[in-house]
Structures are given as structure tokens and as C-alpha cells.
């Protein structure tokens, strides 16, 4: 039984309830923030007398501006493709040498698992200008590809470092009892590490993911084309003249771009589960 329950209802309110109250009223703020400007008429938006965390009265006028004056929808959809195509790219390799690294056993695994986590810690602002001329050498520049391949030079890093530590947390005589019955590494791999490792692998994608989808500099550099721009890129872009900055179409923008993530968190987050190992190995 945990402290606050043993203090009975006051204990509960101040050691529990009030600290979770209060966590998501900060989580929730900015999203609040977001909702009201997004709402606000410009008039009272640009009132300095008027107060920023609610609204006299409401308006769609940003909604509408936004799906009609800037092809918000079409950057939409690039953000997709691009995040999705690179999150599987990247989770496919990263599996594969995440796996490697934990279990295979060849000289220098413990120092290229260090050198993929340094990797990892390069920021891409060190990196986007030779990858600049390597997308320009492939041609791709100024295409959906030119994220698609550069993406993965920071998500399978992640992936690899990420899934290693989850492989390594799978005992090892599950493997070894399923080698026994036959299966080859490649099907052990297939129908057993994998189907267990599924929280792990969710958690790489989910973190990749969101990762694309937020990326700035690489977007900013390699696509110029308004047609094939992403979201960070086009609200940035379009949504601001000088210093002049539209806040109802910006914070509109915002808190659309962000309902995908949401969604995903949601969805997928019931399915982290803990324990899928336990009693699975043979007695």
C-alpha cells in the first residue's frame, strides 16, 4: 500500500491528486494557449489590453485561411510520407543492427555500439551542409527523397542504440530453446525476439516518428519547392512575412500539426506492456 493511501483521502488529495493536477495543467497549457489564439478575431488577438488565455468571442477565420490560402493540407500529406517512409526505413536497419549488437558476438561490437550512441549525439546542424552536397551528387534535391534518405542518417542511430538495450533486457534462453527446436537465427529473430520485443520496437517508432515529423534544418535545406515543403517548413515559411507574424493561422497550424502525434501517443501507448517475457521460458 503507497504512502498517500495509507493517509487515507487527504493524504490521496495532497500526495497524489494535487501533483497530478497540477502536472497537467502545465502539459495542457500551451495546447490551451494554441486553442484561444487560434480562436481569437484579429482584432481583439492584437488588443494588448485584451487578456490571452480566453476570448470574448470566436472565429474560424484562421481555420478557413489556413486550408485556403496556404496549401496546408498538401504539406500534410508530405509530412506523412516522408516520416513514415523514414521511420520504417530506419526501424528496418536499426532492428536488424540493434540485434546484432546484442546478441552476435564479433570483434569491435562494443565499439561500433559506441560509435552508432555518438552518432547519435552529432546535431545536424554539423551535418546538413555535406549532406547537402550528397543529396545534390544523388539528384534528389529539392524532392520528397532528399528527407527520406537523410532522415535515417539520425533516426537508425537512435533505433539501433534504442533496440540494443531492449534486446539485451530478452533473456537469452528463449533463443536457445528455440535454436534447439530448430529454428535458424533468422527465424528466431522473425517469431520470437521480435513478437516479444514489440513494446521496444513501438517505442523506436513512436520516438522516429516524431522526430521527422518535427524536423527543421534538413527540411529547411533540401526542400525549396512549396509543393513539397512539410509542415515546420511551410508554416514557418508561409504563416510570416518579416516580423510580421500571423498568430491565429501559426497557432492554428500548430495545434493541427500536432493532432497526428497526439493520435499516435494515444492509439499505440495502451499497447507498451511489461512483462511480455515472464514464464516464457521452457521449464
Not at 125 to 143: D, E, H, K
Amino acid at each position: 500500500m503507497s504512502r498517500a493511501a495509507r493517509q487515507g483521502p487527504v493524504g490521496r488529495l495532497l500526495g497524489l491528486w494535487l501533483p497530478l493536477g497540477l502536472l497537467m495543467v502545465f502539459t495542457l497549457f500551451p495546447f490551451w494557449w494554441m486553442l484561444v489564439t487560434s480562436v481569437k478575431p484579429d482584432p481583439e488577438l492584437y488588443d494588448a489590453r485584451q487578456s490571452p488565455l480566453w476570448t470574448k468571442s470566436l472565429t474560424v477565420e484562421h481555420y478557413r485561411g489556413l486550408f485556403t490560402q496556404v496549401p496546408f493540407l498538401t504539406w500534410v500529406g508530405n509530412s506523412l510520407l516522408v516520416s513514415a517512409t523514414a521511420t520504417l526505413l530506419s526501424l528496418a536497419v536499426g532492428t536488424l543492427a540493434g540485434y546484432s549488437l546484442a546478441r552476435l558476438r564479433f570483434r569491435g561490437a562494443t565499439t561500433l555500439g559506441t560509435v552508432i550512441f555518438v552518432a547519435y549525439l552529432v546535431p545536424t546542424t554539423l551535418l546538413f551542409l555535406p549532406l547537402a552536397f550528397v543529396v545534390r551528387w544523388l539528384g534528389i534535391y529539392n524532392t520528397p527523397w532528399a528527407l527520406i534518405v537523410t532522415y535515417p542518417t539520425f533516426l537508425v542511430p537512435f533505433c539501433s542504440w534504442f533496440l540494443m538495450g531492449y534486446f539485451k533486457t530478452i533473456p537469452r534462453e528463449i533463443e536457445e530453446c528455440a535454436t534447439i527446436d530448430g529454428c535458424s537465427r533468422i527465424q528466431v529473430l522473425w517469431r520470437i525476439v521480435l513478437p516479444l520485443a514489440t513494446p521496444g520496437i513501438l517505442s523506436a517508432a513512436i520516438f522516429a516518428f516524431t522526430f521527422s515529423w518535427n524536423e527543421f534544418i534538413y527540411a529547411l535545406t533540401f526542400i525549396q519547392a512549396p509543393a513539397y515543403k512539410t509542415i515546420p517548413v511551410g508554416v514557418v515559411g508561409q504563416l510570416s512575412t518579416g516580423d510580421v507574424l500571423f498568430w491565429g493561422k501559426l497557432m492554428a497550424a500548430a495545434l493541427l500539426g500536432s493532432i497526428p502525434i497526439a493520435l499516435i501517443y494515444a492509439t499505440v501507448s495502451g499497447q507498451f506492456a511489461a512483462g511480455l517475457t515472464t514464464g516464457a521460458v521452457k521449464g
